[in-house]
């Protein structure tokens, strides 16, 4: 069964998007190749993107994830049928002279429409959502220690973003000190975000979560589970990731609710909130499984 519920790694290019968005006539790779992403053995799975000055790979991602990264949008609010969720490509590109890695998404952006031949819409949907917020009698866990060495990295090294997953558990680097394990009934952060922590959750919940926690640190904890809660989202990590699952695997997640994991997170004083909220959604409305030539 493969375990990958690596796909966030891709949203972290997203993110670091947002941050630096410059006004810019439509940027697009100056080279770059797709080919279908490697058989791997079967029960384990990987996924990553390194930037290394110029060139930016992408491996083992789905067409979900990379409209995901295009367009900074969450997988939940991406809908289009299923083979974009189970089809996996590899991407090797060069970056224009000039150009910035906060260009990417909008690279990504030229590179599906011209080569997927992607198109959609928008829609407005009301989704049930966890509102994350902190606990009434306050947070509880510390901020990450500084990084001693954060002064000498050098912004031009690659970045790496990787993750590996079995059925033996996930583990995800995002890069910069920033990473997650999910194994042995345990979810343990190194210098998680809330960001990261909420992008990291979601892909072992039923449905997404929204951030209203205010908080801007980095934090170091461990949620403790209970083995059936942890049984339950790696089974969930795989859905979300477009696995397909037998029915009896799936029969599991029937009714289930991680009450371990609402615990856990009360512990380091947070609480996760059942609601609705009108979240965009994306429709892809064409996409052409085979991409064009490179």
């Known amino acids: 069964m493969n375990m990958n519920a690596t796909a966030r790694v891709c949203l972290v290019v997203a993110g670091a998007a947002a941050a630096f968005a410059q006004n810019s006539p439509r940027p697009e790779f100056e080279v770059a190749t797709i080919r279908p992403s490697a058989e791997q053995p079967a029960g384990t799975g990987s996924a990553g993107v390194r930037i290394d000055g110029a060139q930016v790979r992408f491996v083992g991602l789905s067409l979900k994830d990379y409209i995901g990264s295009a367009y900074r949008v969450k997988l939940y609010q991406i809908s289009g049928p299923d083979w ?67 002064a000498k990295e050098d912004a031009r090294a690659p970045e790496t973003f990787a993750g590996t997953g079995s059925s033996q558990g996930i583990s995800v680097n995002l890069g910069r000190g920033s990473s997650y394990t999910f194994s042995n009934n345990k979810f343990v952060a190194k210098g998680l975000t809330m960001e990261y922590l909420v992008g990291s959750l979601e892909r072992f919940l039923d449905r997404p979560i929204v951030d209203m926690t205010n908080l801007r640190g980095r934090y170091d904890f461990v949620l403790n589970l209970t083995e059936e809660d942890y049984r339950t989202m790696l089974i969930q990590s795989a859905v979300a990731a477009g696995v397909v699952l037998p029915p009896q695997a799936l029969r599991l997640l029937d009714g ?9 997170m009360q512990k380091v004083g947070l609480k996760l909130d059942a609601r609705k909220a009108p979240l965009d959604l994306l429709v892809i409305d064409e996409a052409r499984k085979t991409p064009t030539d490179n």
């Open 84 to 150: 974009i969720g189970s089809e996996r490509f590899d991407v090797a590109a060069t970056l224009p002279a000039g150009s910035q890695t906060s260009q990417i998404s909008e690279m990504l952006q030229h590179l599906l429409a011209e080569r997927f031949q992607v198109k959609f819409h928008r829609e407005k949907k009301d989704f049930p959502v966890y509102v994350l917020e902190v606990a009434k009698d306050g947070l509880k866990m510390q901020e990450s220690a500084p990084d001693p060495n954060a």
């Open 256 to 264: 289930a609710s991680p009450v371990s994991l609402f615990d856990a």
